[in-house]
T-cell receptor
Framework: NAGVTQTPKFRILKIGQSMTLQCAQD?????MYWYRQDPGMGLKLIYY???????DKGEVPNGYNVSRSTTEDFPLRLELAAPSQTSVYFC???????????????FGSGTQLSVL | RKEVEQDPGPFNVPEGATVAFNCTYS??????FFWYRQDCRKEPKLLMS???SGNEDGRFTAQLNRASQYISLLIRDSKLSDSATYLC?????????FGAGTRLTVKP
């Protein structure tokens, strides 16, 4: 198993450009998430998905879009990149989303994005 | 006010020392709690869940105080390999909130 795979690892964008961050998991997890992590800050949830065809906003969704056409893939789209979107982006997946369960998130290795 | 607050540190301790981190959360409805470890420029990885009764995993002990809304992590007999940032996490209703992390450096 590869786990959670994110691409690219690094990217520099110009203001106004668009791009898609790819995320794929091969663990048959239903739940997938996108987080961003700014220096000295905790991870903030951008969007999440509880299954194919279902997505929902997290804490900081503005400027982003997602889709979940398959269980495996959960791409994150930036339509008009802004300097405020400079951050490290982590995709994650989990088995279950039940308060009584062990909520173990499996993270991808991250994408360092700079918008200049 | 941040939902999950941690002392950012850094904590610099010698090998073999015992070190404790605290974390407070503001949402009293939070249902589950966790400690994650994050190495520099790497992804976070689950260290341990935190149960109301307290739980131990080798040199690591986690405790939860719901009345005071704080979580703690105790590391005994620190190793060089424990150097990392430790993230406190509170979960409620599809929302997992991360603290900014406490940085630990263990020195020889």
């Amino acid at each position: 198993n590869a786990g959670v795979t994110q691409t690219p690892k690094f990217r520099i964008l110009k203001i106004g450009q668009s791009m898609t961050l790819q995320c794929a998991q091969d663990m048959n997890h239903n739940y997938m998430y996108w987080y961003r992590q700014d220096p000295g800050m905790g991870l903030k949830l951008i969007y999440y998905s509880v299954g194919a065809g279902i997505t929902d906003k997290g804490e900081v969704p503005n400027g982003y879009n997602v889709s979940r056409s398959t269980t495996e893939d959960f791409p994150l789209r930036l339509e008009l990149a802004a300097p405020s979107q400079t951050s490290v982006y982590f995709c994650a997946s989990s088995y279950a989303h039940d308060p009584g369960a062990n909520e173990k998130l499996f993270f991808g290795s991250g994408t360092q994005l700079s918008v200049l | 006010r941040k939902e999950v607050e941690q002392d950012p540190g850094p904590f610099n301790v010698p090998e073999g020392a015992t070190v404790a981190f605290n974390c407070t959360y503001s949402n009293s409805a939070s249902q589950s709690f966790f400690w994650y470890r994050q190495d520099c420029r790497k992804e976070p990885k689950l260290l341990m869940s935190v149960y109301s009764s307290g739980n131990e995993d080798g040199r690591f002990t986690a405790q939860l105080n719901r009345a005071s809304q704080y979580i703690s992590l105790l590391i005994r007999d620190s190793k060089l390999s424990d150097s990392a940032t430790y993230l406190c996490v509170a979960y409620n209703n599809n929302d997992m909130r991360f603290g900014a992390g406490t940085r630990l450096t263990v020195k020889p």
